[in-house]
């Protein structure tokens, strides 16, 4: 994920969770801060206690796939996602299933009518 989609200052972060609003599902938390600005921007955090390093990336790893594939449909405003436990132990499918159910939730995610599996 290039540079200018990430969240990464810790101002950035503070006025997410501060000024924000929060969504959840079982497996993740996301905070989303409306802004006018041409594209997303994310943030993902992974607490210590998911897991060592290999697999904390491992689940950052598949959060930025799932935002990438969707990155179209995706609302242009600043968001941070958070795992909870028990993501560890999803794989690729779940981890995607259970983002887009609390990015729809908070209205991050629209899906569009045609449906991206028939599409070859």
Known sequence: MRKNYRVKSK??????????QNFANRKFVVYKLEKDQKHFRVGISVSKKLGNAVVRNS???????????????LAKADFVVI????VETLDYHQVEQNLLHVLKIAKIYQERWLDRKSVV
């Open 59 to 73: 689940i950052k790893r598949k959060i930025r796939h799932v935002l990438i594939k969707y990155r179209g449909d």
């Open 11 to 20: 101002k950035d972060f503070n006025a997410i969770f501060k000024d924000g």
């Open 83 to 86: 795992a909870r436990k028990g």
